[in-house]
Nanobody, 121 residues
Framework: QLQASGGGLVQAGGSLRLSCAAS????????MGWFRQAPGKEREFVAA????????YYADWVAGRFTISRDNAKNTVYLQMNSLKPEDTAVYYC????????????????WGQGTQVTVSS
């Protein structure tokens, strides 16, 4: 099970830190990713991180605003989001997979339930 948390309402320019905690599953050997889905839109890739944390991969539109990280001792993955914009409003999901980093959601094997992020202008 993956449990995403940390979402909420924030003004444009603000920051949020999302967490994704796992229970009943060790994340340390898995690639972890964050995706988001806005109303009426398809789910899109945000960021991914390799099992050790040394490899990361971001969507181009992130443009240095977000940072993905992980703490394998706590079985948790994070997404620090800065300089938030109204267009970042979406439900954010964490997901895990085996193997290599990927931006394709169909390659991910298990998913959390999502946390809502709302950015007001």
């Amino acid at each position: 099970q993956l449990q995403a948390s940390g979402g909420g309402l924030v003004q444009a320019g603000g920051s949020l830190r999302l967490s994704c905690a796992a229970s009943g599953r060790a994340l340390s050997s898995n690639v972890m990713g964050w995706f988001r889905q806005a109303p009426g839109k398809e789910r899109e890739f945000v960021a991914a991180i390799g099992w050790s944390g040394s490899s990361t991969y971001y969507a181009d539109w992130v443009a240095g605003r977000f940072t993905i990280s992980r703490d394998n001792a706590k079985n948790t993955v994070y997404l620090q989001m800065n300089s938030l914009k109204p267009e970042d409003t979406a439900v954010y999901y964490c997901a895990g997979k085996y193997g290599r980093l990927s931006q394709n959601n169909v390659n991910y094997d298990y998913w959390g339930q999502g946390t809502q992020v709302t950015v007001s202008s």
